[in-house]
Antibody, heavy 116, light 111 residues
Framework: QVQLQESGPGLVKPSQTLSLTCTVS??????????WNWIRQPAGKGLEWIGR???????NYNPSLRSRVTISLDTSKNQFSLDLNSVTAADTAVYYC????????WGQGTLVTVSS | QSALTQPPSASGSPGQSVIISCTGT?????????VSWYQQHPGKAPKLMIY???KRPSGVPDRFSGSKSGNTASLTVSGLQAEDEADYYC???????????FGTGTKVTVL
C-alpha cells in the first residue's frame, strides 16, 4: 500500500521560500511511471494544483505559479519536494502531495502559514 | 486558466440521487476525456472517485457515476447515503501547459 507523507516548516515568513518534502513508502518513486503532484487548499476554499514531476524528472507547473515554483525528485530518499519562493499570506494553505495523473494516493496534508 | 464552475451546493434525501455539474470550456472539459472527480470530507485529504470521465477506481461504489456532454461534466450519486455528505471537486486536463484545473467545489448535504 503506497503512502505519502508531507513534511516541512509550518510557518514561513513573507518573501521567503516555502520548502516541503513528500516521503513515499510502499513503492519506489523511480521504478514506477507516475506523476508526483503538489496540490494546495487555503482554509475554507477549493483545491489548487501547483505542479507535478514525472518519474523521469520532467515537470509541469500551474501557469499562475510557474515563475515561483520548483518541484524535484530525490530518488535516493524516495522523496519529491516543493519549493515556492517569494511567498505572501496568499500562499497560506494546507499543502498535499499526491500520486498519479488523476491523483489516487494522497498525503494527509500539512498546514503552512505565511506570517511574520 | 480559470477554475471550472460547479454549483456551490447540492442536496438530497437518503436514497435519492444528486447530480453535480462541472462546466468548463472547449480547452479543458470539452476538449479531452480527462475529467476526474474527488470527494473530500472535512479535515481529510481528497479521495479519487471517478477518472477519465466515467471510470471508477477499485473500491468506489457503483452508486457513483460520471458523464460528459460538451463542455460540462457531471457526477451522479445514486442511492444517497449519510457518508456521501462531503465536498466534491471536479478536475480536467487543460493541455500540456496546464495539465490540471480543479473545479470550484460543491458541498453535498444529505437531508
Amino acid at each position: 500500500q503506497v503512502q505519502l507523507q508531507e513534511s516541512g516548516p509550518g510557518l514561513v515568513k513573507p518573501s521567503q521560500t516555502l520548502s516541503l518534502t513528500c516521503t513515499v513508502s510502499g513503492g519506489s518513486i523511480s521504478n514506477s511511471n507516475y506523476y508526483w503532484n503538489w496540490i494546495r487548499q487555503p482554509a475554507g476554499k477549493g483545491l489548487e494544483w501547483i505542479g507535478r514531476v514525472y518519474t523521469s524528472g520532467s515537470t509541469n507547473y500551474n501557469p499562475s505559479l510557474r515563475s515561483r515554483v520548483t518541484i524535484s525528485l530525490d530518488t535516493s530518499k524516495n522523496q519529491f519536494s516543493l519549493d515556492l519562493n517569494s511567498v505572501t499570506a496568499a500562499d497560506t494553505a494546507v499543502y498535499y502531495c499526491a500520486r498519479g495523473r488523476w491523483p489516487d494516493y494522497w498525503g494527509q496534508g500539512t498546514l503552512v502559514t505565511v506570517s511574520s | 486558466q480559470s477554475a471550472l464552475t460547479q454549483p456551490p451546493s447540492a442536496s438530497g434525501s437518503p436514497g435519492q440521487s444528486v447530480i453535480i455539474s462541472c462546466t468548463g470550456t472547449s480547452s479543458d472539459v470539452g476538449g479531452y476525456n480527462y475529467v476526474s472527480w474527488y470527494q473530500q470530507h472535512p479535515g481529510k485529504a481528497p479521495k479519487l472517485m471517478i477518472y477519465e470521465v466515467s471510470k471508477r477506481p477499485s473500491g468506489v461504489p457503483d452508486r457513483f457515476s460520471g458523464s460528459k456532454s460538451g463542455n460540462t461534466a457531471s457526477l451522479t450519486v445514486s442511492g444517497l447515503q449519510a457518508e456521501d455528505e462531503a465536498d466534491y471537486y471536479c478536475s480536467s486536463y487543460a493541455g500540456s501547459n496546464n495539465p490540471c484545473v480543479f473545479g470550484t467545489g460543491t458541498k453535498v448535504t444529505v437531508l
